[in-house]
């Protein structure tokens, strides 16, 4: 089946550890993109990203690095520099071409920072 | 950017239809609307998409209005399982692919 795995499903983690948030999409998309979401909040976006080894800001970046050196693959690092880690995080992919860009999301993943 | 303005919940009575209304005045001519719903605790899901004209599919309708300031997403006969979050979505006309979330309407479905 054709989709976005995110992994694990829940994160625990210490404060002050970096921690990397695994996003896999298999419908080969060429955009990718990172969501965090607050308990009763819409989604903000963090990162995303075009093409491979390319990736842009999104509204919140400060305390979050990616990468993509694989089409299929944009991991998320949560690093100690972010402040209030604790959230629930998207993971999404879309095409390029064409005129929809419709964005399949995953199942997300639930990070828990103490 | 282009944002969007939803009313923060609505309720339904199951079998009803469910009219989630959207504002998004600022919309540029080449974008399109988009619809997407998250049930708790989970990724949200694309409904549906247009540009002007009114669009229909398995899960809903969409209506944009002639000057494509408003929109409203049409669940016909609602059920429990439509209890979510609605988000209308602007696609940012920056030659990026930025996708801009709002609040969303929370809609709950009466039995």
């Known amino acids: 089946d054709g989709g976005i795995t995110q992994s694990p499903k829940y994160l625990f983690r210490k404060e002050g550890q970096n921690v990397t948030l695994s996003c896999e999409q298999n419908l080969n998309h060429d955009a990718m993109y990172w969501y965090r979401q607050d308990p009763g909040q819409g989604l903000r976006l963090i990162y995303y990203s075009q093409i491979v080894n390319d990736f842009q800001k999104g509204d919140i970046a400060e305390g979050y690095s990616v990468s993509r050196e694989k089409k299929e693959s944009f991991p998320l690092t949560v690093t100690s520099a972010q402040k209030n880690p604790t959230a629930f995080y998207l993971c999404?992919?879309?095409?390029?071409?064409?005129?929809?860009?419709?964005?399949?999301f995953g199942p997300g993943t639930r990070l828990t920072v103490t | 950017d282009a944002k969007t303005t939803q009313p923060p919940s609505m309720d339904c009575a199951e079998g009803r239809a469910a009219n989630l209304p959207c504002n998004h005045s600022?919309?540029?001519?080449?974008?399109?609307v988009y619809w997407y719903r998250q049930i708790h605790s989970q990724g949200p899901q694309y409904i549906i998409h247009?540009?002007?004209n009114n669009e229909t599919n398995e899960m809903a309708s969409l209506i944009i209005t002639e000057d494509r300031k408003s929109s409203t997403l049409i669940l016909p006969h609602a059920t429990l399982r439509d209890t979510a979050v609605y988000y209308c979505i602007v696609r940012v006309p920056s030659g990026t692919y930025k996708y801009i979330f709002g609040t969303g309407t929370r809609l709950k479905v009466l039995a």
């Open positions: 247009g540009l002007k």
């Open positions: 600022t919309i540029s001519g080449n974008e399109y």
């Open positions: 999404a992919s879309s095409m390029l071409w064409g005129t929809y860009y419709e964005q399949y």
